[in-house]
């Protein structure tokens, strides 16, 4: 199987879904996160060992994982596995294959824990900004994206402790992510503390 050609065609049409639905105009959820976790996943599954058909797995599952958003944000790793399978059905790809995909988009929900190495290196490379310089700028659109769909309004205070408490307990699961993103992650964590403090200084 020539794995290239059907990343590529996975490419243009989780492209198509998420630039011609509501995900274009989503602050977070949409084009560029899609392509960040590709390219997080790249770098984590090169620094791992994968073989040609885990990374395959790995590349088709990270341009999927998220489409599930043009339904909304609920169940929406499911939709984005059905959208997954639908598609590599057509294309004649091993049934094998589409079912580590699925299984692949359906561990990257807080609800589960990964148990491959592909599972974990997703996992580590949808939440790479926890650990990056940008995660103040992204997690900013992430609560313009909360408002935007009505799913959650937090004060200044009540977001701060809501991050305090995810990066607290959230843990990479590769090596390689905890050797990339863990040292900025505490720098980000400890920029919220004393945004923290600050807030509380004034009330």
């Known amino acids: 199987m020539i794995f290239s050609d059907i990343i590529n065609a996975t490419k243009r049409y ?17 084009w560029q996160h899609t392509l960040d976790v590709v390219s997080s996943s790249n770098l984590i599954g090169n620094a791992e060992n994968l073989n040609e058909r885990e990374f395959a797995v790995l590349r088709i599952a990270s341009y999927f994982h998220d489409v599930g958003h043009l339904m909304g944000a609920t169940m ?20 094998d294959v589409i079912l580590d995909v699925c299984l692949t988009i359906l561990a990257t929900s807080l609800k589960l824990e990964p148990q491959t190495k592909i599972q974990k ?35 200044d ?47």
Not at 19 to 29: G, N, R, Y
Not at 125 to 133: C, E, F, P, S, V
């Open 14 to 30: 989780c492209e198509s879904l998420i630039k011609q639905s509501v995900c274009k105009d989503l602050p977070f959820h949409n």
């Open 76 to 95: 929406h790793e499911e939709i984005s596995a059905e959208y997954a399978r639908e598609f590599l059905e057509l294309q004649g790809i091993a049934a």
């Open 121 to 155: 290196i997703i996992c580590d490379a949808d939440l790479a900004h926890l650990g990056q310089i940008s995660f103040k700028e992204k997690n900013a659109k992430l609560r313009q994206e909360w408002r935007l769909l009505n799913a959650l309004d937090l004060t």
């Open 157 to 203: 205070l009540e977001w701060i402790l809501l991050n305090i408490n995810f990066l607290e307990r959230h843990t990479y699961f590769t090596q390689t992510a905890k050797n990339l993103f863990s040292k900025q992650k505490k720098i980000n964590l400890d920029d919220l503390h004393q945004l923290k403090n600050e807030i509380k200084a004034k009330l």
